[in-house]
């Protein structure tokens, strides 16, 4: 599994670190990333699915912006829209909420049960669980086990073959008890003598319990088995959320695409271990690197986004690079604090002006208000600027006719490197090496 990770991330650098991206070049990273999804058990149809929207996103261009950084971006935003773009949001509306865990013995849906229990409780929820698996030997003692010293009562039967009935009773004793929980979770079998009495118990619980929630357990490792599996108790009880478990084992949980996209269900927790606390909230982006085998995709692609300022780029790539742009597309990158990060990020960096490396959030605010002195025509055409403009344009800002001067400097000789820069952004030539490490 590890080899897999490693070559979706290396089909992404050498993407990354090549000099001059040609149409061949997205092709093939798009091969390479068909081949990995696979692996990690996406299923076919949205394998296909995927590289087409990429391709033809990559193939259209937007001035400015290279094809790289249109690739890099693309390739994640269409891996999350297949996951979901947020994470799920559970309502608990009715009090007491019902739901229901279903899913193949051995996934970990009793584990899951009780870590649920346990995540809504320390939430301050008060939550109840009920044991309805009548087929596996001491179910009932698992999740009592699992959940002591939790202080979340636990009901079930040990003589009891009725499931229904072992519902029933539990809800009798709740009301009898007063307990009056906000949630009550109903663990189930997950095997049988066949799966058809499986389904049917399924169904006539389902009926009898009408819960708010059906949550289907799935292993992470379990790959495209997920989708009929997912159907199959879809049919029964329309499935609303699906919890990943095992994802601390070496699986990519990439089956899970296919449970989704037949049930249209949210993935709403994953299973880290086999302790009670041992769940997370899904985070599609964390999901997304992890398919992808990239843990630094995420702060990759939120910076270079963040930095795309698409109308600027626009106008730089028609051949402008303006003293206004210049000095806004340094302001932009102290707002979302990114300069040190960005420069840190970016080996070509280097190439910038000595001083602009030093260049300080403080000097970058200067700038702006000098250039805000400046009126339309010295913005578009800073040639013009002569000594006596120099001195209204201080007066203007408030700043020495040195600051202005300096910033006229620094201004020329950032334009020259960017003339000198193919597929040229901005300031900040991205498209060289990120990621070469
Ligand atoms: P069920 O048959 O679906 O109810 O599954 P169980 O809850 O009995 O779990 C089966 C096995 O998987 C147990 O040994 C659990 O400890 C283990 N397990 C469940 N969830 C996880 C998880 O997220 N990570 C790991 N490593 N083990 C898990
Ligand atoms: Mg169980």
Not at 67 to 77: D, F, S
Not at 218 to 226: N, V
Not at 283 to 311: H, Q
Request: hydrophobic share 40%; glycine share 6%.
């Amino acid at each position: 599994m590890e080899s897999i990770a490693s070559t979706i991330s290396n089909a992404l650098r050498k993407f990354i670190n090549k000099a001059y991206v040609e149409e061949e070049d997205v092709q093939e990273l798009v091969r390479e990333l068909q081949r990995a999804l696979l692996k990690a058990d996406v299923p076919v149809d949205l394998v296909l699915k995927f590289s087409e929207t990429v391709k033809s996103k990559v193939k259209q261009k937007i001035p400015g912006i290279s094809t790289r950084e249109l690739a890099v971006n693309t390739v994640y935003e269409e891996l999350t829209k297949l996951i979901g773009e947020n994470p799920a949001e559970i309502k608990i509306a009715t009090k007491p909420s019902k739901w229901l865990f279903v899913g193949i013995q051995g996934y970990g849906k009793t584990t899951t049960v009780a870590k649920v229990a346990y995540y809504y409780k320390k939430l301050g929820y008060s939550v109840c669980v009920v044991c309805t698996d009548t087929y596996r030997p001491a179910a009932f003692d698992q999740l009592k086990q699992l959940l002591k010293d939790q202080d979340i009562p636990v009901f079930g039967s040990e003589f009891e073959k009725n499931p229904i009935k072992i519902f029933t009773n539990a809800m009798k004793e709740i009301e009898e008890k007063n307990l009056n929980p906000d949630l009550i979770l109903i663990d189930t079998a997950g095997r049988h003598k066949d799966e058809e009495n499986l389904i049917r118990e399924l169904q006539e619980l389902v009926r009898e319990i009408n819960p708010e929630a059906v949550f289907l357990v799935l292993d992470a490792s379990i790959g495209q088995r997920a989708r009929t599996q997912a159907e199959a108790f879809n049919k029964v009880a329309k499935v609303g959320y699906i919890i990943l478990t095992k994802m601390d084992s070496s699986a990519k949980g990439g089956g899970a695409l296919a449970a989704v996209s037949v049930t249209n269900a949210k993935v709403a927790f994953v299973g880290t271990g086999e302790k009670i606390s041992d769940l997370e909230k899904f985070v599609p982006i964390e999901y997304a690197s992890n398919l992808l085998g990239m843990p630094d995709l995420k702060s990759i692609i939120k910076k270079v986004s963040e930095t795309i300022n698409i109308d600027r780029a626009k106008q730089i790539s028609s051949g402008k690079f303006t003293i206004e742009d210049f000095v806004f597309q340094l302001n932009d990158l102290f707002k979302s604090d990114l300069y040190s990060t960005v420069l840190k990020m970016i080996p070509g960096a280097d190439k910038l002006p000595r001083n602009l490396k030093e260049v300080t959030e403080e000097k970058a605010k200067i700038w702006l208000s000098i250039v805000n002195s400046m009126n339309k025509e010295e913005r578009q055409d800073s040639s013009i600027i002569n000594s006596s403009r120099i001195r209204r344009i201080a007066r203007g800002s408030g700043r020495s006719e040195k600051e202005v001067k300096e910033l006229l400097e620094q201004y020329e000789k950032s334009k020259k490197m960017v003339k000198r820069m193919r597929g040229y952004r901005g300031l900040f030539p991205i498209d060289k090496e990120i990621g070469r490490s």
